[in-house]
Nanobody, 126 residues
Framework: QVQLVESGGGLVQAGGSLRLSCAASGRTFSTYAMGWSRQAPGKEREFVAGISRSGSSTHYADSVKGRFTISRDNAENTVYLQMNSLKPEDTAVYYC???????????????????WGQGTQVTVSS
């Protein structure tokens, strides 16, 4: 099992940037493909980004492509989500996800992930 703890959320103005971090503990971090999902109030959950165990394969939702970047540091057991050019519609609780997979495999739906963090709130003001 793996435990996931997100941090880095907060309040930012539109056009600003935030970097979310997710620290993993438990089983070896490099065993897991990682991802981020989000849920805004009154809306369905939306998968945001995924990254393979190797870090060389990534996938983004169309809504964040070109603005968000997912990365990982296997030595630090941490996955990041760099969010630039933030918009009010990016306001949501952001969840870190983990799933065992092949070295270059990236999962592109939150339904494929077995492990979830508790979430961190991101609020973008207009």
């Amino acid at each position: 099992q793996v435990q996931l703890v997100e941090s880095g959320g907060g309040l930012v103005q539109a056009g600003g940037s935030l970097r979310l971090s997710c620290a993993a503990s438990g089983r070896t971090f490099s065993t897991y493909a990682m991802g981020w999902s989000r849920q805004a109030p009154g809306k369905e959950r939306e998968f945001v980004a995924g990254i393979s165990r190797s870090g060389s394969s990534t996938h983004y939702a169309d809504s964040v492509k070109g603005r968000f970047t997912i990365s990982r540091d296997n030595a630090e057991n941490t996955v990041y989500l760099q969010m630039n050019s933030l918009k009010p519609e990016d306001t949501a609780v952001y969840y870190c996800l983990a799933q065992s997979g092949a070295w270059y495999e990236v999962f592109i739906s939150e339904y494929e992930y077995d492990y979830w963090g508790q979430g961190t709130q991101v609020t973008v003001s207009s």
